[in-house]
């Protein structure tokens, strides 16, 4: 199999910034694993028993439930603790396992920032493919510069997939992704920028990082609690217009 390389991420202090609330929070790190680099299509094809096309690339028109089995599946396929588990299409984390996992968005950010305090960790057309390289497809992995922490393809190529709820109030079950994409202009294309889709939601430009660490505390680790997110769900009165409306 293609081994997982990961890069140690030490501890660190983050903050973490809500637009539409207009809110931020500090976020206290413990020190967790991080690939570096992206999920390949060979290894997400060894891994689940499909067809490779292009071996080196990124892995992406990939769904964050797809993603979240891939995860699994790998941990499986390494004799490591299965990190999530289901009921139906509900999914749950077991923040005790020490398996393959999506990281949580303020893992994300802490690693792909890597110290620094701008939008890039480098000049962005050092860092990163983005729509100003005239790319229509995932470019193979590690082709740009890394960052201080050795981790490639942070920015641009393909988003990534985090463990988080983007918005439960406004968009419910949508799970957020980071650091933009092949196609995307360099507004997009930032540490700090968030964006999201719902569970089954694939695009041709979104894949995942796997992370690892377990840690003490059950229902909560690294910025995200699920009692923040069912407090975060709650939307007294109507549900402005354009809001995607919650599940009963």
Not at 20 to 34: C, G, M, T, Y
Not at 104 to 132: K, M, N, Q, V
């Amino acid at each position: 199999m293609s081994d997982f390389e990961f890069a140690r991420i030490p501890t660190g202090v983050l903050t973490l910034r809500d637009a539409r609330r207009e809110e931020q929070r500090v976020v206290a790190l413990e020190p967790f694993e991080i690939g570096v680099y992206p999920v390949t299509e060979e290894q997400l094809a060894e891994v689940l028993g499909i067809p490779v096309r292009h071996p080196r690339r990124p892995a992406s028109d990939l769904s964050w439930l797809r993603a979240i089995h891939f995860c699994n599946a790998a941990s499986e396929w390494e004799g490591l603790d299965r990190v999530y588990l289901f009921d139906g299409e509900d999914v749950s984390w077991d923040t005790t396992a020490d398996g393959y996992r999506l990281p949580t968005e303020a893992e994300w950010e802490f690693a792909c920032r890597a110290g620094s305090t701008g939008p890039h960790y480098a000049p962005l057309a050092d860092a990163a493919w983005t729509s100003a390289d005239g790319i229509s497809v995932p470019q193979d992995i590690g082709g740009k510069l890394p960052n201080l922490h050795g981790l490639f393809d942070t920015l641009g190529n393909v988003w990534e997939w985090c463990w988080d709820l983007l918005d439960p109030a406004r968009y419910d079950d949508y799970r957020v992704f980071r650091g933009g994409g092949f196609a995307d202009d360099a507004w997009s294309v930032r540490a700090s920028v968030r964006r999201g889709g719902a569970p089954r939601m694939h695009h041709e430009d979104v894949g995942l990082r796997l992370a690892r660490g377990a840690f003490d505390t059950v229902d909560r680790a690294q910025g995200w609690s699920a009692r923040a997110d069912r407090e975060r769900a709650v939307q007294e009165g109507p549900l402005p217009s354009g809001w995607t409306p919650r599940r009963a």
